[in-house]
């Protein structure tokens, strides 16, 4: 094996080291932010949902759509690191479970995608601060391009 070689052996293994260890931080910072239970007007209903850490240290997502007394959705989320990577698992009742992985992680929000999926694509949580944050659902519906915004707000118990 060369210098050369060697070098850039153990750059590269310092480098996959170094963003393992900056998505850990940035998992650790999510939990931080998600982990309580929150609400959003949404449509002409309410999304509750609740975020928790589960025994194996992954974030695990329950929520619910209220449509005056009707529960219309429900669907189950979590958020792991696999190796280097952040994925969102999401399973809507009565639907076929999606699995989208991190493009972008940033201090204040993280960016899902799965290019597989026509709707949703993308799925986008903005941090505004410990007791709001926003998640963008972005997809095609008809072919055509559609956004829902998503404001919670933490609720105290």
Known sequence: MTPFTTFMLILSLFQTGQQ???????????AHHLVGSWQAR???GDLHETWTIGTDSWLI???FYFEKTDTSYRA???IERVK??????????DSTPKIFKA???????IVFENRDYKNPYKVVYFFDDENHYRRTI??????SL????????KVVP
């Open 84 to 93: 280097d990577d952040l994925i969102l698992f999401t399973v809507i009742k």
């Open 138 to 143: 972005t997809g095609f519906e008809q072919d």
């Open 61 to 63: 997502q329950q929520a």
């Open 103 to 109: 493009t972008n992680v940033q201090p204040d929000s």
């Open 76 to 78: 189950h989320s979590k």
């Open 20 to 30: 393992s260890k900056k998505n850990e931080h940035f998992y650790n910072k999510i």
């Open 146 to 153: 559609v956004s829902y915004t998503f404001n919670f707000k």
């Open 42 to 44: 949404a449509w002409s």
